[in-house]
């Protein structure tokens, strides 16, 4: 292929892949934002998660009934892997209640076995609480469910809003909340209804929470990949439209010898330069953009999800062009067997 040939088609690709760049960015953007976004609804809870809107039952349960249940539930969830965070709403107490026998959760100290048994609870203040603030300044902390007493300052998980605190599920009652679970599976949250049921609760919502439902559901990730998969279309007409006017060129090349995989190769290579450009600059103009308009400065994580959005922009640009090569190419060499 002569130089100038080859320039303008790097040319060509390079502009199309800068729109592909901004649009595959914005992509990653919005796939980071709707994560943390579910991180917020779950508390960072590992894997697939149901969330459940628990209230004070109708039913009239013994208090001895609703204690052997209780210790059902730890149970059940002990063996079934389960991990299970209970937050306040309303004019609860300002705390979390975590029960996490398998050390599922990142954020929460790894509990003893004899903790998960024990009638009394340590909490853990989350730091830059006024709870953590009074704690460390006063010694006191006025929040605090009584006869608990802090044992610790960690960071609070996405989502813990104002609550305060931490601590792990002991044999005190449990009331009305949010019960989150690591668990998606029908069975396992109907047999946690029915413990939850046996102790004087019932549930108001159920709320599973599958990431790829989640995502698919999430309105900006949603049309952000619309918008991605419409670009890529309408960039393969084009370029489509480009390798068309080459088709008496890739005639000539036939007629002496070049075989398709040798005039797809020989394009998708020389178009590498044109495509690797124009993606990291549409990623760096997304960059620029999303700090322009949120007026924000660009963190060092920031940077990591650019490069991570440069390098999916690269790789799906170079499929669209072998792709696009390879219809074409392919189309035009059996029209010329054919002829």
């Known amino acids: 292929m002569p130089a100038n040939q080859r320039l303008l088609m790097n040319f060509r690709l390079a502009l199309n892949s800068l729109f592909l760049g901004v649009l595959t960015a914005f992509m990653v953007w919005s796939l980071q934002w709707a994560l943390e976004s579910r991180k917020e609804l779950t508390f960072d809870m590992p894997g697939e998660s149901t969330v459940l809107s628990v209230a004070e039952g109708p039913q009239n349960v013994a208090v001895a009934d609703a204690a052997s249940a209780q210790e059902e539930l730890k149970e059940y969830l002990r063996d079934q892997s389960l991990a299970l965070i209970i937050s306040s709403s309303g004019d609860g107490r300002p705390e ?62 996405p989502g813990a809003g104002d609550l305060q605190y931490a601590r792990q599920i002991t044999s005190d009652p449990l009331e009305p909340g949010t019960y989150t679970i690591n668990t998606v599976d029908p069975s396992q949250v109907q047999h946690i209804l029915g413990l939850l049921q046996r102790m004087g609760l019932t549930e108001r919502k159920v709320q599973t929470l599958p990431l790829v439902k989640y995502l698919a559901l999430n309105p900006l990730f949603s049309i952000t990949v619309l918008f991605l998969c419409m670009g890529h279309i309408c960039t393969m007409l084009y370029w489509s439209l480009y390798l068309g006017g080459r088709t008496r060129e890739f005639a000539i090349r036939g007629c002496h010898g070049a075989q398709p995989r040798e005039l797809i190769g020989g394009n998708l290579v020389g178009g590498l330069p044109g495509l690797s450009a124009g993606s990291v600059a549409g990623v760096i103009v997304s960059g620029s953009l999303v700090a322009a308009i949120g007026h924000v400065t660009l963190t060092a994580s920031n940077f990591q999800t650019l490069a991570i959005a440069g390098v999916i922009a690269i ?19 059996e029209v010329n067997l054919d002829a």
Request: proline fraction near 7%; charged fraction near 10%; glycine fraction near 8%.
């Open 96 to 157: 979390m209640l975590v029960y996490d026998p398998h050390s599922l959760l990142s954020w929460f100290p790894q509990a003893n076995p004899g903790d998960l048994h024990s009638g009394e609870s340590a909490a853990y203040l989350f730091r830059g609480t006024y709870s953590e603030h009074q704690w460390s300044g006063a010694g006191t902390a006025p929040l605090l469910t009584k006869g608990v007493v802090p044992a610790g300052v960690i960071e609070a998980p």
């Open 315 to 333: 790789i799906v640009a170079t499929v669209t062009w072998s792709t696009t090569l390879y219809i074409v190419i392919r189309a035009r060499y």
